[in-house]
């Protein structure tokens, strides 16, 4: 599974969009980018996945680049309840594996009043 | 809908207990893995089920079980307690593996934080 890059830290202020940049330069043709949370004490969340296209879900919007290169998870309304360690994880489709996740350090959002 | 639930949620063990960690989920998800989590090394996959009966190792099982009877049922059990298997434990599972046949996310549950003494 490709390596991914993301800053440590972000802050953002509440009610506002929050923008989670990920870089997977070394991605590949037949690999999904997920995205998943982690609040403090809880286990990992789901949050959404895509291939090429941009998705959007209840929780999150997900732009992928046209070149898949990178891409950036959006909360269009952030608040208090988003603040979390947000991880991209990038896992090809097909191969036999383990299932294993690979999380890597993640993003540590706060979400500021 | 209860998802993946973990029991207990918290344990203190002195060396050399054993116990078991349950997890049970209500999706009926063919698979379940168990990872540990500790501070500066991320999740790792200990052990993983890809269905009743069939289990395999992950990247951390030394001092592990792991069976599946059942769909629903994917216990952890530590033989015999160590101190480095002080961690906090953590259950997923999915509707199929992920990576085969489907794009399915994994659900995770609250996890049980293990202290050894």
């Known amino acids: 599974d490709a390596k991914t890059t993301q800053p440590p830290s972000m802050d953002c202020a509440e009610g506002r969009a929050a923008n989670l940049p990920c870089n997977h330069s070394?991605?590949?043709?037949?690999?999904?980018v997920y995205w998943y949370r982690q609040i403090h004490s809880q286990g990992p969340q789901y949050i959404i996945h895509g291939l090429k296209n941009n998705e959007t879900n209840e929780m999150a919007s997900l732009i992928i680049t046209e070149d898949r290169k990178s891409s950036t998870l959006i909360l269009p309304h952030a608040t208090l309840r988003d603040t979390a360690v947000y991880y991209c994880i990038v896992r090809v489709l097909g191969s036999s594996n383990t299932g294993k996740l690979i999380f890597g350090q993640g993003t540590t959002l706060q979400v500021k009043p | 809908n209860a998802g993946v639930t973990q029991t207990p949620k918290f344990q203190v063990l002195k060396t050399g207990q054993s116990m078991t960690l349950q997890c049970a989920q209500d999706m009926n998800h063919e698979y379940m893995s168990w990872y540990r989590q500790d501070p500066g090394m991320g999740l790792r996959l200990i052990h993983y089920?890809?269905?009743?009966?069939?289990?395999d190792q992950g990247e951390v099982p030394n001092g592990y079980n792991v069976s599946r009877s059942t769909t629903e049922d994917f216990p952890l059990r530590l033989l015999s307690a160590a101190p480095s298997q002080t961690s906090v434990y953590f259950c997923?599972?999915?509707?199929?593996?992920?990576?085969?046949?489907?794009?399915?996310?994994?659900?995770f549950g609250d996890g049980t934080r293990l202290s050894i003494l």
């Open positions: 070394t991605i590949s043709g037949n690999e999904y």
């Open positions: 997923a599972s999915s509707y199929s593996t992920p990576g085969q046949s489907g794009n399915q996310p994994q659900h």
């Open positions: 089920s890809v269905g009743a009966g069939i289990t």
